[in-house]
């Protein structure tokens, strides 16, 4: 009852919901009166097209008023904070580069000393979940807290301009995995992060992509309803380091999805547990000549770029094989994650 | 000064003051609200997206109200409409054009059933009155129109009957007289329509008379004069026309016996007329055409002018058709033809520009025929309106047809035209022109708007989705008199409304309110002042470009940031 | 009440009196019965907090800052490489204002390894920005530790409680630990108005460009000089609460007419004190026992060596290639000061060599030697003649 | 002011005496300081642990160097020379051994006394664990405190069985010596 008090309240305060037709609005500018959290206000700074700043607004709009975020540094934290500007409106906060797992345990363990119900989430890109922040994120995982941990994955360290991490895919070029006459970009494949995450027998794990908001936001939701760990992986391109037009970002998020490089799957208890398939799968090549990373791979004549095409042809199709990710069209599932138009937005008037 | 605060926290929500659409270096977005294809090629001028709309709404008589706005013989035009709209429709090359034709027949009929009322109100009793000469399509089109714009129409019709080409040319197996009688009683029935049946220009009336007595003339004779037709002057004994072949068939029911007939010409009435020939016992039926058959590399210039369906119809009941081909030369026994000499022949572009046909030599072969049939068009009947004619037609310049002040043209009779959708949008445009004439107001200017084709969608957002298909009687079983094409039913029409991709105009999918990073598209519970749902904040927007792009209808478009 | 404890049970017990809501910490020796106390008083129920069992010092560090930040009065320990590990984290938690409370059992630093006491430890990060309080036996240690709850909420300053790693953790010896109403009048309910809060949702740690981290960095150290006086003013009251005192920031002993002084840190003190009742013959010294390191207590040290003609500065760890870290701190503090004493420095039990009560007569002996070593205990014998 | 120093080997309760003998001291009243020689060394390792006790504060952390008294718990430590290194004269020496008490002190050259402490810990509580016996038997001979105050020390630290066994063993041990045999020397 108080806990229902006390969101009526924060929701009157932050717009969280559209007012009743009953309820003065006159008040309220259009901006105040939009029908979702606005968690990641306008005005940050992040890059045109930055699939990252779509993420957290997406994952913020699902996540609600009630939460509190620990983030870790990185573009997000930069973009969004600079002093005396937040771009936030929950409560927030930026530690460290590699400590947010950890950072979050804290606030939940106060929480929970406090017996108040504020979910924690903890935020971190690529670089502070894979490598640097894997160690905290391990910990938080086995001490079992109730966080909700989301890693914006854009594939390299972008907010030092571009250099190559564990989830960097093979064969991409950055300024520390440059293609040359010796080398075909990253020489390592993308960690399988998620497997090690489910390794921790966690309630919950998924992989979620900006190209499918709705189903990215269907997975925060189900995991802000979890008592316990969860974790998501949100691929979100970056138009400044993978090189593409900051139009393309969607357009580049979905064909990670459909040629089956970036896989979106559900772990419960480690246990996959729902896939989303792909309608139509188009070969790697579909994806790649999108982007100026992977340039040196469309080149024709070159049977080095031959070789690293067939080769991430090849970890696609491992995927599409062992998630079982091809779609077919008469399945119900087909299109379950996939967003589809109609008029009156995404679920109106669709027929059943 | 800003005072630091303790450890440099911030204030929720303070990004607001930073104003990134400064950043916006090139390009804003905006929406365009473009023309739909099916709207863009459709004669009559309907808004098919809008009536789908309502009927995606599960409005069925809003959607028919939408549609009879623009064409007020629905049950006709579904029925003998060659549907430019369909080969327009952006969905074609994805899983099939919607079944645009076959819902506005069911639109059509449901409005009969239910005697669903015009959206007219009766003109008042001093309102300026304008003569229509013709009762076919356009001329009834524009009646209605004169309605919906405040005027009384009286229509002149030679014939005793209204109807028109929709009565005296087209087969019962396309167009039963039952809608057919249905949906004109419904609009002759409305006030302020008068009807002069049996009365002929330049007979019983004359242009100068109309001209004096009413506030404007609408001319919408049709063409009724078949045009003359030989071969290197030859002319066989019995020869029978088309369109008057046809017009007896339909009064009689009786057809001359022939076993090899070859009809010459390239429309509907040709296709017609072979399917008849056929069905009546003719054992071979040829259509000898200059056009070019409908094919992936087709001009549209070059294409046979049928309606798709119903020469796919036409070959699957055994028709032959020679395409790029004319009659060279009959082969005459006495004053009988025994055979034809057909040459192979195209329409190739000349230095004036018109296309002239240029036939080629030594492709010249014979084939047996015992009748002949020319289909090669009718001309208007030039009594009473010499002055007007420029040849066979009228050639007005002005699309609404103006001939000169006060007179305009409609349908058939122009140069330009050749279906019944064409007919009924002259009647609507020409009774725009002549009501702003009347009152003098500007002339009205037509929809510049530029068309969304297909390449300025974003599929990926529809679902796939067959297109329905009506029910047809198989050719083994159908008659003279049997309506072949079936009614789509209601389910399948609200099905296909679904399938509307809404190209160039929102439809509330949400997509640049959901993906816009910077949180710079507001949604209104209002109407926004462009109609839409969306407003662009310009004060965020940093011009990335990804709503556009992401736009399933290419409703939002960058435009440079100085426009 | 009166208890025999060892070092580490009491400050255990200490903490469990003040109620934190929130501890976090990873075992390292010598620090390791401090978590393990604490460990048994929550499995024994005699302590509700939620004790978080991380997987490193950095995790620990990184736990109590955001339960912190959360409104939680948090509480961590650690040692040494611990420290190290947690360094980034500690200037993290001092530049944000964060309040909370963490024992150092001092060790030295590998390497070589040596789990023995020294204060490398503490010293490495005393540039944290920090509260770094000395302990000198285990009763100041517990005392400390309860006044550091107070100081840290009072100052939003971060507090470190140093207490020499062994010597003071692993010692048992007579402890008054005072009665929970004592603690619960002298401790108010845990606030911390900046922090994390849906009702009030701030954004901390931000991105501070040129134009204004200058005045980041002077509120921080303007607010380290104003703790001086937090730092006095809760030993007084907790003297009044308790009839027992630390010594505020330091505190003088000895002959006050004495011509010689000596500074020590922690348990040095003690032996120092003995040594000075044990070798009259030595001579008199004024013993000046420093319990505030950070912030430096400048005037009172000033104050505390006026008259003095030699001081000798007892440091516990080095800057190799500067010398003793106390002594170069206290040299710069007395450089301008007027008949400031000569300044003597020598570092002492590093790694954990034993000091005996000799050292005492030995350090007022050496006055006399301009070549007496820095590391006043290092045997040269035992080096490699070009290792000296 | 007292110092006492107690050698024995990893697992066998040295610096578990040390605690207790000055807790003891506490209870009976007086200051205590007792701390281990800090080692990384693991089971079986020697240890060593120290102890000072005294009617005023103690200030001194240093290792304890000039012993008043020894207390050795293992047989084997006997091997070493240095064992009695800085005993202040006429300072005794109590080993946990069933060797002879002379042979010992003459090896030494201090005052000796030789228990077999373990023998009664395993009898009395089950385990070779010495370091309570030989406490109680050097209390029962020197009586520098009561044995009621290294039994309330003990009611500390255990609980139930292990507790009356120790007491028991207590009690068996302090009678197993001579009674203030050593006391004159209980003010050095």
């Given at each position: 009852m108080q806990d229902q008090a006390r969101l009526a309240e924060l929701r009157q305060k932050f717009g969280r919901e559209p007012a009743a037709?009953?309820?003065?609005?006159?008040?309220?500018t259009p901006r105040e009166a939009?029908?979702?959290?606005?968690g990641l206000e306008s005005g940050?700074?992040?890059?045109?097209?930055c699939g990252e700043a779509l993420a957290a607004r997406l994952v913020m709009e699902s996540a609600g008023p009630d939460v509190m975020v620990a983030n870790a540094t990185g573009c997000l934290e930069v973009f969004t904070t600079p002093w005396p500007q937040s771009a936030w409106r929950v409560p927030w906060i930026h530690s460290l580069f590699e400590n947010s797992a950890a950072v979050a345990s804290g606030m939940e363990a106060a929480m929970k000393a406090k017996g108040q119900n504020t979910k924690v989430l903890a935020f971190g890109g690529d670089g502070g979940?894979?490598?640097?922040g894997f160690q905290a994120l391990s910990g938080m995982l086995e001490r079992y807290h109730n966080i909700l941990y989301v890693c914006y994955d854009?594939?390299?360290?972008?907010?030092?301009?571009i250099q190559r991490s564990s989830?960097?895919?093979?064969?991409a070029t950055t300024t520390t995995s440059p293609a040359g006459k010796e080398r075909?970009?990253?020489?390592?494949?993308?960690?399988?992060l998620l497997s090690i995450i489910a390794a921790h027998h966690i309630p919950y794990a998924a992989s979620a992509s900006v190209a499918y908001p709705q189903d990215l936001q269907r997975k925060v939701r189900y995991a802000m309803g979890i008592d316990g760990p969860t974790f998501l992986v949100v691929h979100s391109p970056c138009p400044l380091g993978w090189r593409h037009?900051?139009?393309?970002t969607i357009e580049v998020a979905r064909k990670a999805v459909e040629c089956g490089l970036f896989p979106l799957v559900e772990l419960e208890r480690g246990a996959v547990t729902n896939i989303m398939p792909i309608r139509q799968v188009r070969p790697v090549t579909d994806y790649l000549k999108l982007q100026g990373r992977f340039a040196h791979l469309t080149r024709d004549g070159d049977p080095r770029a031959q070789e690293e095409r067939d080769h991430l042809q090849a970890l696609a199709d491992y995927n599409i094989n062992v998630f079982g990710?091809?779609?077919?069209?008469?399945?119900?599932?087909?299109?379950?994650?996939i967003t589809t138009v109609g008029r009156g937005g995404p679920l109106a008037g669709r027929p059943q | 000064m800003t005072v630091l605060t303790r450890g440099a926290y911030a204030a929720p929500?303070?990004?607001?003051?930073?104003?990134?659409?400064?950043?916006?270096?090139t390009e804003k977005p905006v929406h365009i609200h473009a023309k739909a294809p099916c709207h863009a090629a459709c004669p009559a001028g309907e808004d098919q997206q809008a009536w789908f709309a309502k009927l995606q709404e599960g409005h069925v008589e809003e959607a028919w109200r939408e549609l009879v706005?623009?064409?007020?013989?629905p049950a006709a035009t579904g029925r003998v409409c060659p549907h430019p709209c369909e080969t327009a429709c952006n969905r074609k090359d994805v899983d099939?054009?919607?079944a645009i034709h076959n819902v506005e027949r069911w639109l059509g009929d449901e409005a009969i059933a239910n005697g669903w009322a015009y959206p007219v109100e009766p003109p008042a009793d001093d309102a300026p009155t304008v003569a229509i000469i013709g009762a076919g399509p356009g001329g009834l089109s524009a009646a209605y129109h004169c309605l919906r714009q405040g005027l009384k129409a009286e229509i002149f019709e030679a014939?005793?009957?209204?109807?028109?080409l929709l009565r005296s040319g087209i087969p019962r197996t396309r167009l039963p007289r039952e809608p057919l009688n249905a949906e004109i009683d419904r609009l002759l029935a409305l006030p302020g329509i008068t009807l002069h049946l049996q009365t002929r220009l330049?007979?019983?009336?004359?242009l100068a008379e109309l001209k004096a007595s009413h506030a404007a003339v609408l001319l919408a004779?049709?063409?009724?004069e078949s045009k003359h037709w030989d071969v290197g002057g030859a002319v066989p004994s019995d020869l029978h026309e088309g369109l008057s072949l046809l017009r007896e068939f339909m009064d009689h029911g009786q057809f001359p016996e022939a076993h090899n007939v070859v009809v010459h010409g390239g429309g509907n009435t040709a296709v017609d007329l072979c399917r008849l020939m056929k069905r009546a016992g003719s054992e071979h039926v040829t259509l000898i055409t200059a056009s070019g058959l409908p094919g992936?590399?087709?001009?549209p210039d070059d294409?046979?002018?049928?309606v798709p369906r119903e020469l796919d119809e036409a070959l699957e009941e055994g028709i032959e058709i020679i395409d790029?081909?004319?009659?060279?030369r009959l082969i005459m026994k006495g004053s009988k033809v025994t055979g034809v000499e057909v040459v192979s022949l195209k329409k190739e572009p000349s230095a004036s520009g018109r296309k002239r046909r240029v036939s080629f030599e030594g492709t010249e072969r014979v084939m047996e025929a015992d009748m002949v049939i020319p289909c090669i068009g009718e001309r208007v009947?030039?009594?009473?309106?010499n002055h007007l004619l420029d040849g066979s037609y009228f050639w007005p310049d002005s699309p609404f047809g103006k001939?000169?002040?006060?007179v305009y043209a409609i349908g058939d009779?122009?140069?330009d035209r050749g279906t019944v959708a064409g007919a009924i949008g002259d009647g609507a445009k020409a009774v725009e022109a002549a009501a702003a004439h009347i009152a003098g107001r500007p002339q009205p200017t037509l929809d510049t708007r530029a068309e969304m084709a297909s390449?300025?969608?974003?599929?990926?957002?529809y679902a796939l989705s067959p297109r329905a298909e009506p029910p047809k009687v198989p050719p083994e079983a159908r008659?003279?008199?049997?309506?072949?094409e079936g009614d789509i039913g209601r389910t399948a029409a609200l099905a296909e409304a679904q399938r509307c991709l809404s190209c160039g105009n929102c439809?509330?999918?949400d997509n640049c309110w959901t993906l816009c990073p910077d949180n710079a598209v507001i949604k209104t519970q209002e109407l926004a002042s462009d109609g839409s749902h969306y407003l662009f904040d310009l004060d965020y927007c940093?011009?990335?470009?990804l709503c556009a792009h992401e736009c399933p209808t290419g409703y939002i478009q960058m435009v440079p940031e100085t426009a | 009440m009166r208890e025999a404890l060892e070092g580490s049970q009491a400050i255990a017990r200490a903490v469990s009196l003040c109620k934190p809501d929130v501890v976090a910490a990873y075992p390292i020796t010598p620090q390791t019965h401090i978590v393990e106390n604490i460990s048994k008083l929550v499995a024994e129920g005699d302590l509700h907090t939620e004790f978080v069992s991380v997987e490193s010092e950095f995790s620990a560090a990184s736990v109590v800052l955001g339960a912190a930040a959360a409104g939680a009065r948090a509480y961590t320990a650690t040692a040494s490489q611990g420290v190290l590990l947690m360094a980034e984290v500690l200037f993290n938690i001092a530049g944000m204002r964060i309040p909370l409370v963490m024992t150092v059992a001092n060790r030295a630093v590998s390497a070589p390894l040596s789990i023995w006491n020294d204060h490398g430890d503490s010293m490495a990060v005393r540039d944290s920005g920090w509260i770094q309080l000395h302990a000198a036996d285990n009763q100041e240690a517990v005392d400390t530790t309860i006044q550091a709850f107070r100081i840290t909420q009072e100052t939003e300053l971060p507090v470190m409680v140093c207490m020499d790693g062994?010597?003071?953790?692993?010692t048992l010896e007579v402890i008054d630990l005072p009665e929970q109403s004592v603690i619960d009048d002298f401790l108010p309910a845990f606030e911390f108005?900046?922090?994390?809060?849906?009702?009030?949702p701030k954004s901390l740690g931000t991105l501070v460009d040129p134009g204004y981290f200058a005045e980041v960095r002077h509120s921080h150290h303007a607010a380290m000089q104003k703790a001086l006086s937090v730092i006095k003013d809760t030993d007084s009251a907790w003297e009044t609460a308790t009839?027992?005192?630390?010594?505020?920031?330091l505190t003088v002993e000895g002959?006050?007419?004495?011509a010689v002084g000596i500074v020590a840190m922690g348990s040095t003190v003690g032996t120092l004190r003995a040594g000075m009742a044990h070798t009259p013959e030595a001579g008199p010294a004024k013993l000046i026992k420093l319990?505030?390191?950070?912030?430096?207590?400048t005037q009172a040290l000033i104050e505390a060596t006026q008259g003095l003609d030699h001081l000798i500065v007892i440091d516990r760890a080095i800057s190799p290639g500067l010398g003793g870290i106390l002594g170069t701190e206290i040299a710069a503090i007395l450089?301008?000061?007027?008949?400031a004493p000569k300044i003597h420095n020598h570092a002492l039990?590093?790694?954990?060599?034993d000091i005996p009560e000799t050292i005492y007569a030995d350090l007022i002996e050496a006055i006399?030697?301009?070549?007496?070593?820095?590391?006043?205990?290092?045997?040269?014998?035992?080096?490699?003649p070009e290792d000296r | 002011m007292i110092e006492f120093r107690i050698h024995g080997r990893g697992g066998q309760g040295s610096v578990a005496a040390a605690y207790l003998l000055a807790a003891a001291a506490f209870e009976a009243g007086m200051m205590c300081q007792a701390f281990p020689a800090f080692g990384a060394e693991r089971r079986g390792a020697p240890v060593t642990a120290f102890v000072r006790i005294g009617h005023g504060p103690i200030h001194l952390r240093s290792?304890?160097?000039?012993?008043?008294w020894l207390i050795v718990q293992?047989?084997?430590?006997?091997?070493?020379?240095?064992?009695?290194?800085?005993?202040?004269?006429g300072g005794s020496m109590l080993v946990n051994s069933g060797r002879d008490s002379a042979e010992v002190a003459q090896t030494f050259g201090c005052r000796a006394l030789c228990v077999d402490a373990t023998q009664m810990a395993v009898e009395e509580i089950?385990?070779?664990?010495?370091n309570t016996a030989l406490l109680a038997a050097f209390l029962g001979l020197t009586?520098?405190?009561?044995?009621d105050a290294l039994a309330t020390a003990l009611k500390g630290r255990f609980h139930g069985k292990v507790l009356e066994d120790n007491l028991r063993l207590i009690e068996r041990a302090a009678q197993s010596v001579p009674t203030g045999a050593w006391k004159e020397t209980e003010d050095a």
């Open positions: 037709p009953s309820e003065p609005t006159a008040e309220r939009q029908p979702r959290f606005r940050h700074r992040a890059c045109q097209g979940t894979y490598d640097i854009n594939e390299a360290y972008m907010n030092t301009g989830s960097t895919p093979h064969a075909m970009g990253k020489r390592h494949l993308k960690k399988d037009a900051s139009a393309l990710l091809a779609g077919d069209g008469d399945d119900p599932v087909d299109t379950s994650g | 929500g303070t990004s607001l003051d930073f104003k990134t659409g400064n950043w916006r270096s706005s623009a064409n007020p013989l099939g054009a919607l014939l005793p009957e209204a109807g028109g330049g007979r019983d009336v004359s004779p049709g063409c009724q992936p590399d087709t001009d294409l046979i002018n049928v790029h081909a004319t009659v060279n009947d030039p009594d009473g309106l001939l000169e002040d006060g009779a122009r140069g390449t300025g969608l974003n599929p990926v957002y008659t003279f008199t049997t309506e072949i439809l509330a999918c940093k011009g990335c470009g | 062994f010597i003071l953790t692993h108005n900046r922090r994390l809060d849906p009702a009030d009839g027992r005192a630390c010594g505020g920031l002959d006050p007419g004495a319990r505030a390191f950070r912030p430096f207590p450089a301008d000061v007027p008949n039990g590093l790694g954990g060599r006399k030697d301009p070549d007496a070593p820095l590391i006043f205990d290092a045997d040269m014998a035992k080096l490699a | 290792q304890v160097r000039t012993p008043d293992d047989n084997s430590l006997l091997i070493d020379p240095n064992l009695t290194a800085g005993l202040k004269a089950g385990r070779p664990i010495p009586g520098i405190l009561p044995l």
